[in-house]
């Protein structure tokens, strides 16, 4: 589809010193942007939109989440991370059954596409019905089957990730791409994780993971590997590999050392780290020693939400709090981290996470007419400071409009709101 972008703004996150460009013109055809700049003299676009009074940016990127989890909204709140996820998520997952994952994967990317996000990072049970809907809705993820186990011989859910790599990897035209999801070091033994390790290499899968969350974690680790998180699974040989590692609330010098030597991305999910009373990460000593940090919610029964303005804003100025320094997390910085350094995480950056010529058109459109956005002295602080998730106006996906105009083109909005609470109730009833 060729798109006309005309007469907008554009906040590109290429370099800081020309990241903004004013009154010009974008031009979208075969799911990339072909240019910028005047309009082309034989460019027919088969949909052109107004982007005066527009914003438009790389759509935002979200590293971590588990988008399926929007049935359990609202459901476990206020509770100590240990018995929240022991006592009320673990028991109710177990009664999953696939439809419910579909109808709550479908939810999420609702919420995430009205607030600006076009690629998200998932791992959960079922993930062929999320791929399904990553499928059928149009946006971007990367997506891994949740892996635990205590022995090299716990096969079952190994092979369904083989499956699902067979089956997904480099599907939807190329959106979805498939990671191995071993959970954590405190779910899966030194073997199994050995097991994965061997997965990843013969199918060349990135590893997501979640680190180092808790307080508890890092007891447990060192009382039964006499070393922390971190080092553990780096001397398994785990970040031999390209790895996302959520969360990395609890480091110390040597885990971030080891973390900046292995390029290890570290996936900052501020909300749900605060909500959860676990902390909140030392981004300001990683990024220092060159770790790249990106973004994530995490999923919606942690946060509540899949809102990555609220992210952006929280990684910014919660670690100014904490740090006493206004500098050590700017609005450029926090941008980064929801954008570009969201696809380098991924793997993602020679394709998106900023405009510019020859990148998949994956952007969002912000509506600048809006009392709190007045004045215009920095779109970058706007964004980072002021914005809100109802302030997108549009999403484009590899080329393609989501939504237009707050509309969403895709999915039957009210159908997934209706089969979403209906499967919610129905869960955790059984």
Not at 147 to 161: K, P, Y
Request: charged residues 25%.
């Amino acid at each position: 589809m060729r798109i006309l972008i005309k007469n907008t703004n554009i906040l590109s996150m290429t370099n800081e010193k020309e990241n903004i460009m004013e009154n010009i013109n974008i031009c979208i055809e075969d799911g990339k942007i072909k240019h910028i700049g005047e309009i082309l003299e034989h460019f027919t676009p088969e949909s052109i939109i107004d982007g005066r009074g527009k914003l438009v940016m790389p759509g935002l990127i979200n590293s971590h989440t588990h988008i399926a989890m929007s049935l359990f909204r609202n459901y476990a709140d206020d509770l100590p991370f240990w018995p929240w996820l022991t006592e009320k998520i673990w028991p109710v997952e177990e009664k999953l059954i696939a439809e419910d994952v579909y109808w709550g994967s479908m939810l999420s990317i609702i919420e995430m596409i009205q607030s600006g996000t076009t690629c998200f990072s998932d791992m959960y049970f079922f993930m062929d019905e999320t791929a399904k809907a990553v499928s059928e809705s149009g946006i971007r993820a990367s997506l891994a089957r949740g892996l635990m186990g205590q022995s090299a011989d716990d096969l079952d859910r190994i092979n369904e990730t083989i499956q699902m790599y067979k089956n997904w990897n480099g599907k939807a035209d190329g959106r979805i791409t498939i990671a191995a999801g071993p959970h954590a070091p405190y779910t899966c033994s030194p073997s199994y994780l050995e097991k994965v390790i061997e997965l990843a290499k013969e199918y060349n899968m990135r590893i997501h993971i979640h680190l180092s969350e808790s307080k508890k974690e890092i007891e447990d680790s060192f009382n039964n590997y006499k070393k922390s998180p971190i080092k553990h699974v780096n001397d398994i040989g785990l970040f031999d590999l390209p790895t996302m590692a959520a969360h990395c609330v609890h480091l110390s010098d040597e885990d971030i050392d080891i973390l900046a030597e292995k390029n290890v991305s570290v996936l900052n999910n501020p909300g749900s780290n605060l909500k959860l009373g676990n902390g909140f990460a030392s981004i300001e000593k990683l990024l220092k020693k060159g770790v790249n940090v990106a973004l994530g919610t995490d999923g919606p029964s942690s946060n509540n939400n899949q809102n990555m303005f609220e992210e952006l804003n929280l990684a910014s100025l919660i670690n100014k709090a904490i740090n006493g320094d206004t500098t050590c997390v700017p609005a450029s910085t926090a941008l980064k981290m929801a954008t570009i350094n969201g696809a380098r995480a991924l793997g993602l950056e020679s394709d998106i996470g900023t405009i510019e010529v020859g990148k998949k058109a994956d952007m969002i459109l912000i509506d600048l007419n809006k009392p709190h956005l007045y004045p215009k002295h920095n779109f970058i602080s706007a964004m980072a400071y002021s914005a809100q998730a109802s302030d997108v106006d549009t999403v484009i996906v590899d080329g393609k409009i989501l939504m237009e105009k707050r509309e969403i083109k895709t999915i039957d909005v009210e159908k997934v709101m209706y089969k979403a609470e209906k499967h919610a109730k129905e869960l955790v009833s059984r």
